[in-house]
C-alpha cells in the first residue's frame, strides 16, 4: 500500500530566503563541499534558478502517475524532487504539468528521468532541472512512495531538505544546517570579494592565494 504524506518538518521561510541568495556552488563549498548532485542533471535553459522544500516522490521508470499525485499535494514554494531510476528514454513531465504545477505556486521540478516540451517550458519560465529530455510518452501504473527519504543525483534526499538549483548544478541542505551553511556561504562570499580586489589593486594569484610556501615544499622551480 502508498501512502501520500506532507513534508513532516518544513524548513523555515527565513532558512529558504537565506540560502536563495547564494549560488548552488558557493553552498556546496560553505558546507564542506557536500551535497551536490550529479552533473548529469542539467536545467532546460540556462536561466532556471529554483530555491525551495523538497517534495520527495518515487516513481517507477516511464511511469508519471506519482509525479501526478506529487503536483497535486505539494504546497506552493515546494520544489519536486522525483526518483525515478535514471531512466533516460521517457518524458516524464511537460507544458501541460508545468502549468498545473505553476497554478499551483510550486517552485520547480528536479527528476533523474527525462522531460518534454522544452521550447514551451522556457517560455513559460517554470524551473525543470532533469537528466535528459526525451519525446516518448509515459504509463500511469505504479504506486510509489511520496515524501520519503529519495538518493538522486548520488545523493540522499530528505522530504524538507532544502534544494538549490541553477544553471551550475543542484545542491542540498539539510533543513537543520541550513541557517548555519548561510552564514558560512556569506563568509566565503565576503573572502572572494576580498581576493577580486586584491587582484584589481595589482596583486598576483600566487599573492592572494599564498601559494609561494606550497610551491616551495613540492619543489617547483620556474625558469624564466
Known amino acids: 500500500m502508498s501512502h501520500i504524506k506532507q513534508i513532516p518538518e518544513r524548513p523555515s521561510r527565513e532558512a529558504v530566503e537565506a540560502i ?28 532556471m534558478k529554483l530555491c525551495g522544500p523538497a517534495f520527495t516522490v518515487k516513481c517507477a521508470p516511464r511511469d508519471n502517475i506519482m509525479l501526478q499525485l506529487a503536483i497535486n499535494y505539494a504546497q506552493p514554494g515546494d520544489i519536486i524532487v522525483v526518483s525515478a531510476g535514471e531512466y533516460e528514454e521517457a518524458g516524464s513531465f511537460g507544458d501541460v504539468l508545468a502549468n498545473a504545477c505553476l497554478a499551483k505556486g510550486i517552485g520547480g521540478l528536479v527528476t533523474d528521468t527525462g522531460v518534454r516540451d522544452t521550447l514551451q517550458l522556457r517560455d513559460l519560465g517554470f524551473p525543470v532541472f532533469s537528466l535528459s529530455v526525451c519525446i516518448k510518452g509515459t504509463v500511469k501504473e505504479t504506486l510509489g512512495a511520496v515524501n520519503d527519504p529519495i538518493t538522486i543525483g548520488d545523493e540522499l534526499v530528505y522530504p524538507g531538505d532544502i534544494i538549490a538549483g541553477d544553471a551550475d548544478g543542484l545542491v542540498v541542505i539539510r533543513r537543520d544546517e541550513a541557517l548555519a551553511v548561510a552564514e558560512l556561504a556569506q563568509a566565503r562570499e565576503d573572502a572572494e570579494a576580498g581576493y577580486i580586489a586584491a587582484y584589481k589593486a ?19 622551480v620556474v625558469d624564466l
Open 202 to 220: 595589482g596583486k598576483s594569484v600566487i599573492e592572494v592565494s599564498n601559494l609561494e610556501p606550497v610551491l616551495r615544499a613540492k619543489g617547483l
Open 20 to 47: 536563495a541568495k547564494f549560488s548552488p556552488a558557493t553552498l556546496h563549498e560553505a558546507q564542506g563541499r557536500r551535497g551536490a548532485l550529479s552533473s548529469r542533471l542539467k536545467p532546460v535553459d540556462y536561466r
